[in-house]
């Protein structure tokens, strides 16, 4: 079993900076890939960014490039987004994901969520 719990959301003003954090528990991740997920108000959740656990390779979405940095910390078992110059169509449900093999983009390639965490964004 593996549960992720999302923390770091909040209300900011665009151009703020937020970190969000996602401890896992439960099997080990050096196998997986970890992946940031949002969903908007009648949207289909999309993808955001993704990292390996054994080589931190990563991926993002064109329209965060730049701006968000995906990380991991091993020891704590926690992965990290770091995202800076927010804008209010960042505005989002923010989840975290895992599953057991790349970087995948699709969510349904994913095995585990945690609960999301709230972002917003205003202008």
């Known amino acids: 079993q593996v549960q992720l719990v999302e923390s770091g959301g909040g209300l900011v003003q665009a151009g703020d900076s937020l970190r969000l954090s996602c401890a896992a528990s439960?099997?080990?991740?050096?196998?997986?890939?970890m992946g940031w997920f949002r969903q908007a108000p009648g949207k289909e959740r999309e993808f955001v960014a993704a990292?390996?656990?054994?080589?931190?390779?990563?991926d993002y979405t064109d329209s965060v490039k730049g701006r968000f940095t995906i990380s991991r910390d091993n020891a704590k078992n926690t992965v990290y987004l770091q995202m800076n110059s927010l804008k209010p169509e960042d505005t989002a449900v923010y989840y975290c994901?895992?599953?057991?093999?790349?970087?995948?983009?699709?969510?349904?390639?994913?095995?585990?969520w945690g609960q999301g965490t709230q972002v917003t964004v205003s202008s």
């Open positions: 994901a895992a599953n057991l093999f790349s970087l995948r983009r699709i969510p349904e390639k994913y095995d585990y």
């Open positions: 990292i390996t656990w054994n080589d931190g390779n990563t």
């Open positions: 439960g099997r080990t991740f050096s196998n997986y890939a």
